[in-house]
């Protein structure tokens, strides 16, 4: 069973950068694909960006894509998710979950284990 921490969520103004980061622990954080997804207010969560177990493969969201880069280091055991160019749309509660599932995985019903999300907000 794999543990997530999320952390490095906050307050930026837009076209500003942040990093989020999820801890693992616990499991072969290895063997997992990694995701994030956000839960903006009044909306369903959504799919941001995943990567494969070696971190060969990365693919997002088409809102994300050229802005948002997602990164993983197996020997700290840690997903990160770049965020640039900011915009009062991504604010959300981001989570980080691992996945078993083999190939590109979009879906929260993909996803084995989550962690609880941190908030980012972006003030226009």
């Known amino acids: 069973q794999v543990q997530l921490v999320e952390s490095g969520g906050g307050l930026v103004q837009a076209g500003g950068s942040l990093r989020v980061s999820c801890a693992a622990s616990g499991g072969t954080f290895s063997s997992y694909g990694m995701g994030w997804f956000r839960q903006r207010p009044g909306k369903e969560r959504e799919f941001v960006a995943g990567i494969s177990w070696d971190g060969d493969d990365t693919y997002y969201a088409d809102s994300v894509k050229g802005r948002f880069t997602i990164s993983r280091d197996n020997a700290k055991k840690m997903v990160y998710l770049q965020m640039n160019i900011l915009k009062p749309e991504d604010t959300a509660v981001y989570y980080c979950?691992?996945?078993?599932?083999?190939?590109?995985?979009?879906?929260?019903?993909?996803?084995?284990?989550w962690g609880q999300g941190t908030q980012v907000t972006v003030s226009s």
């Open positions: 979950a691992a996945t078993l599932a083999s190939g590109r995985a979009t879906s929260n019903y993909n996803y084995n284990y």
